[in-house]
């Protein structure tokens, strides 16, 4: 199976031309923005499926022909290491969220990495932080202490961050908010640059895990309910609500938007479904 191959849904089945036995399956090329090809997209230097993602991607196939949003949008997804990562264009943010959610409750969905644009958006703008020479999107901006290949703004994640407010679509923290010592200066700052539908994507290992504690360098140790501290209101704390909240055997997974413009911060009975 060739790169390419490995993008289309019908991977998980082999053969599989439809979903439910009345939806035809898109390849990622034909679903693709103007201007975006194969080559940028965030798909191509995925590690293969394992079993436990195939099975995750059987369930979707078995949910997604009662889901209106994702059935007639027919947005191109997989998934690799329980993280669902879904491409296409969507007429309003209000879609874009139904699908976050639906696929968030699916059982074995530990984050959905979305690149769902907006008529219009040819592209969405996306911080990296704490990269080094692993982004997690070819396109985005790679924020880093340290020059190296693939980061593009050098900055100490502990000072503001160069952009400006309401700025950015997604921001993502992959294995770097245990390095933070002001990790609630840094949240503040990740909500200030994002857009009020803009998305924060926090991957951490999780405090039981050897990794956790392997590494001198980690300061702060992580579990699901770390990120509750973060959606409630707390003085000199910038609130975000939760989208999806998870943890497995190794990582924390976090998917947050930022408490701001229309966004109503939810309240204690709504953070349970998420934290207790």
Known sequence: MNAIDNLMIDAVKGKIKTIGGNMELQHLSSRLPEKQTLQTTPFLDLQPMTDRDKTVMERICEIIPSSHEIRMFKCPLVVRGGVVHIYGEVPDDGSRRRIRKILSCIKGVNAVWDMLTL????????????????????????????????????????????????????????????????????????????????????????????????????????????????????????????VSISQDAWNVYADVYPVKGNNKLLTKEELSYYFD
Request: with cysteine; glycine share 8%.
């Open 119 to 242: 008529p219009g958006e040819e592209r969405l703008k996306i911080i990296d932080i704490g990269c080094g020479g692993n982004k997690q999107v070819p396109w985005a901006l790679g924020v880093d202490k340290y020059p190296c290949a693939g980061v593009d703004v050098v900055t100490d994640l502990e000072d503001m961050l160069p952009f400006k407010d309401n700025e950015v679509d997604q921001v993502f923290a992959v294995h770097v908010l245990e390095h933070i010592h002001d990790i609630i200066g840094l949240m503040n700052e990740i909500h200030r640059v994002l857009k009020p539908d803009g998305m924060l994507h926090v991957l951490s290992p999780v405090s039981t895990s050897a990794n956790s504690i392997a590494d001198p360098t980690h300061v702060r140790l992580f579990s699901s309910q770390t990120f509750k501290y973060f959606c409630r209101q707390n003085a000199g704390v910038y609130p975000f609500n939760p």
